[in-house]
């Protein structure tokens, strides 16, 4: 009984770690938002979170979304892999179809703008490429 709360005490105190995170990708300091993007990434890549990711998807979606539009370099970059791990997370079902037609044309404009940092542009490129193959509905 006592490993299966302490089991649970442990999810509880991950999940508000990552709404934590996914609520400091709107802070006004890009560092905050950097660190954000690298917490979780690591927490994206290293666990599956399906159930708890399609409650705040919208949210996380539109987060990335203004990381991408508003943040330079490293920022961009770290929200587009981000993008990629969710993509992955949500998988070839309707919320992955839905994320990955929201956001391909932003992920085409920074990958297409010459200002954008190579990382930025190489990041939007992969996040673009594996979000197509996973939830594109469209086969063009």
Do not use: W
Not at 33 to 57: M, N, P
């Amino acid at each position: 009984g006592s490993e299966a709360a302490s089991e649970q005490g442990q999810e509880e105190e991950a999940e508000d770690r990552l709404k934590e995170h996914m609520d400091n990708l709107l802070d006004k300091s890009a560092k905050t938002r950097q660190a954000a993007l690298q917490s979780l990434r690591l927490a994206l890549s290293s666990k599956t979170l399906s159930e708890f990711l399609l409650e705040r998807r919208l949210t996380l979606t539109d987060s990335l979304e203004k990381c991408l539009k508003k943040g330079k370099g490293e920022e961009q970059a770290l929200a587009g892999i981000v993008l990629t791990l969710l993509c992955l997370q949500m998988g070839s079902g309707p919320e992955g179809e839905e994320l990955f037609s929201s956001l391909k044309p932003l992920l085409v404009s920074v990958l297409t703008d010459s200002t954008a940092s190579p990382s930025a542009r190489q990041s939007c490129a992969t996040a673009l490429g594996m979000c197509c193959y996973i939830a594109a509905a469209d086969l063009e």
